[in-house]
């Protein structure tokens, strides 16, 4: 199975800082026939479903506001909020797609300072 | 609208059965791979199955397999999870979710999830 390990577990920030959540899979998720990375982030918050942030390691999902952006390539991806909202507390997983069981990270926890 | 609702969930005894369902509304359920995840109380999330559109392609986590069945039917727009052999490490929120891309691709991201059902397992 592939291990997805974040860091940090917990992080807080004040309003309008930069967030970074990193992710690393325990093997490369990137597969060479398409040059693309099967790595997704995912926002949870309290009492509801996740909502699918990242697709593809950068591909943003339809309607997220830009300030949300996903990098990375094969073993080592990053998660980064350019500007910290209240709206954005949450916990966020990364998943990669490449093979199952579909691994998830196990989360980190967003707070305002 | 696009959504999933699941149902089903309850308080089982160690060693008992549960049967829960996924209805899916506002998109062509048969065209979509669909997954269940779960979700502990307080802890992270976990894959735990999917199902292809015509029910050929199937896999399970270790954790469940031999004791949990997916399974799904086009004409009603549901999906469903067997779970049998129930225990207490099982209790979790479990999640349906929809599976983006073409049917064809074996593996993709899921871009759509229901509210949950929650499993409790106890005496």
């Known amino acids: 199975d592939i291990v997805m390990t974040q860091s940090p577990d917990s992080l807080a920030l004040s309003l309008g800082e930069r967030a970074t959540i990193n992710c690393t899979s325990s093997?490369?998720?990137?597969?060479?026939?398409?040059?693309?990375?099967?790595l997704a982030w995912y926002q949870q918050k309290p009492g509801q479903p996740p909502i699918l942030l990242i697709y593809?390691?950068?591909t943003r999902e339809s309607g997220l506001p830009d300030r949300f952006s996903g990098s990375g390539s094969g073993t080592d991806f990053t998660l980064t909020i350019s500007s910290l909202q209240a709206e954005d507390v949450a916990v966020y997983y990364c998943?990669?797609?490449?093979?199952?069981?579909?691994?998830f990270g196990q989360g980190t926890k967003l707070e305002i300072k | 609208e696009v959504q999933l609702v699941e149902s089903g969930g309850g308080l089982v005894q160690p060693g008992g059965s549960l049967r829960l369902s996924c209805a899916a509304s506002g998109f062509t359920f048969s065209s979509y791979w669909m997954h269940w995840v779960r979700q502990a109380p307080g802890k992270g999330l976990v894959w735990v199955s999917h199902?292809?559109?015509?029910?050929?392609?199937?896999d399970y986590a270790d954790s469940v397999k031999g004791r949990f069945t997916v399974s799904r039917d086009n004409a009603k727009n549901t999906l469903y999870l067997q779970m049998n052999s129930l225990r207490a490490e099982d209790t979790a929120v479990y999640y349906c979710a929809r599976r983006s891309g073409p049917a064809f691709y074996y593996n993709y991201y899921c871009d759509l999830w229901g509210r949950g059902t929650l499993v409790t397992v106890s005496s």
């Open positions: 998943q990669q797609y490449y093979s199952t069981p579909y691994t």
């Open positions: 199902i292809n559109s015509d029910e050929s392609k199937i």
């Open positions: 593809w390691a950068s």
């Open positions: 093997q490369s998720v990137l597969y060479s026939s398409n040059n693309k990375n099967y």
